[in-house]
Each structure stands twice: as structure tokens, then as C-alpha cells.
């Protein structure tokens, strides 16, 4: 049992309720659910600092958006900027994708009904 030695800290009669160690020991034992997640599958990430990391440039190019000419090109570019994270967390080319995905827009701008996204399987992925 992982958390045994906790349970039995915490019984100590020394230690205090505002004492460091007795709250470290609470928080501990009162996050035992989520914090068995990562005893039982080391796979999974313990903080999400990657994928903060990748979505930095859509608030970074928000921010920058204040200083474009037109409300419109701003809310462009973080479409563009929102799309290209998504492809890299997806772990799709973007220039890739966003040429296929244009490339089709243009043909299929007069055959209105069909779907863009028939050939998503077919997008390199990058490595």
C-alpha cells in the first residue's frame, strides 16, 4: 500500500496540524485518487507544461493581434496561428496540411456539399 506510510505519519503525535509535514501529508492523502493514476500508469505526463508550451502563441499572438491594421487581418492570423498549434499537437505537418486543406478549397469551391476533411488519413505526420 503506497500510502501506509502517510496514514502512519499522520498519526504522530508530535506533529501539529499546522506543521509543513502534517500538511503535506493531507494534501497527500487527500489527492490518493488522482496520484494513483501515476503509480499505475507511469505513462501519463504529471504536469501539462508540454502542451502549455504548444498553445503559448495563441494567447502570445492575441496579444500581438492588438497591433494590426484591421480587426479582420488580426482575427485571421490567429486562425492561422490556432491551426498550425493544432496540427503540432496532432503531430501533422501544418505547411502540409494547410496546403492540402487550401488546395482543395480552391478545387471544391464549385462543388459545394462535399466535406474537406475526406482525406485527413492521408496527411503526412510528422516526425
Excluded at 507511469?42 to 501539462?48: E, I, L
Excluded at 488580426?74 to 486562425?79: D, P, Q, R, T
Excluded at 496540411?97 to 510528422?126: F, H, W
Aim: charged share 30%; with cysteine.
Amino acid at each position: 500500500m503506497p500510502f501506509a506510510f502517510c496514514k502512519e505519519q499522520r498519526q504522530r503525535a508530535d506533529l501539529l496540524p499546522d506543521d509543513s509535514w502534517m500538511k503535506a501529508l493531507n494534501y497527500t492523502l487527500k489527492r490518493k485518487r488522482q496520484l494513483m493514476v501515476f503509480l499505475e500508469k507511469p505513462d501519463v505526463a504529471m504536469d501539462t507544461n508540454h502542451l502549455e508550451r504548444e498553445i503559448r502563441p495563441i494567447p502570445m499572438g492575441k496579444k500581438n493581434g492588438l497591433f494590426f491594421w484591421t480587426e479582420l487581418g488580426a482575427e485571421h492570423i490567429c486562425l492561422i496561428q490556432s491551426l498550425i498549434c493544432t496540427c503540432k499537437l496532432h503531430d501533422f505537418d501544418p505547411n502540409v496540411y494547410l496546403t492540402d486543406v487550401l488546395q482543395r478549397v480552391s478545387q471544391q469551391s464549385s462543388q459545394r456539399g462535399r466535406r474537406l476533411n475526406t482525406k485527413a488519413k492521408e496527411i503526412p505526420v510528422c516526425r
